[in-house]
């Protein structure tokens, strides 16, 4: 699980930013991928943390005419947003000494997928794991020359 603690960007201004190193593995139970390496930049809007960067990454698929298994190196950017959900927000601001209870309601509670959740934390893994999947070839070959099996 790749867990972020991104408490202090929740707390910041807009436009707060902070990189981090990605160097680890998620688990899929539609391939097995190698480790994970690569750069994400978060940054702090209005109403939300965005996420953008480069990740570098391989599947071990199986070739579509000869069924052997080969190793498929996959590059691919990342952006997307993680929404501060409403007691989330009311958390940072308490934290920042204001005690009001006008926080504006909005509809980010409803899609738990990419929200930062009461510890603050985001779970990178699921959007990994979804850029994984739309990264993986239709028709995987482990040779443009492959002819399969005679």
């Known amino acids: 699980m790749l867990e972020v603690n991104v408490s202090q960007l929740v707390r910041g201004v ?3 930013n902070r990189v981090i190193d990605i160097d680890d593995e998620i688990e899929m139970f539609e391939y097995k991928v190698g480790k994970m390496t690569g750069r994400l930049k978060l940054t702090k ?3 939300s943390i965005l996420v953008k960067g480069h990740i570098k ?3 071990i ?10 190793e498929q190196p996959m590059e691919f950017d990342v952006e ?10 009311l958390m940072a601001l308490e934290a920042m000494g204001y005690f009001g209870n006008d926080v504006e309601e ?22 990994l794991r979804q850029y994984v999947l739309m990264n993986v070839p239709m028709k995987p070959l482990c040779d443009v020359n492959c002819h399969g099996e005679i």
């Open 14 to 16: 807009i436009g707060t």
């Open 45 to 47: 809007t209005s109403r």
């Open 57 to 59: 990454t391989s599947v």
């Open 61 to 70: 698929l199986e070739c579509a005419r000869c069924l052997k298994q080969f």
């Open 80 to 89: 997307d947003e993680y929404y501060i959900n409403n007691s989330v927000k």
């Open 106 to 127: 909005d509809d980010n509670d409803k899609d738990d997928t990419l929200i930062i959740d009461e510890r603050m934390h985001m779970d990178l893994s699921e959007v």
